[in-house]
């Protein structure tokens, strides 16, 4: 798994674990919904801007969102 197929895994994971839809969170971070569906699906790769963004509207600081992305490259490194 790349690093971008990773943050979309942690990535949707956050965001219906909070419950919002792609949509809501696109609104609530100043992003459009193609750019998180994107993102979801490992297509795009998010800058440093976007990454804290994210994380802001998920109610987490960037460093939980990219340590969860850093277990998740870790776990599908054993594989």
Do not use: C
Not at 41 to 52: A, M
Request: hydrophobic letters at 35%; aromatic letters at 6%; charged letters at 30%.
């Amino acid at each position: 798994m790349n690093p971008a197929a990773a943050f979309g895994h942690v990535l949707r994971y956050f965001r219906i674990s909070s419950r919002l839809s792609q949509e809501r969170l696109a609104q609530e971070s100043g992003l459009d919904r193609s750019y998180i569906s994107l993102l979801e699906r490992g297509i795009k790769q998010p800058s440093l801007t976007t990454i804290i963004q994210i994380a802001q509207t998920l109610d987490l600081s960037p460093r939980e969102l990219m340590a969860k992305v850093e277990e998740k490259l870790r776990e599908n490194s054993k594989d």
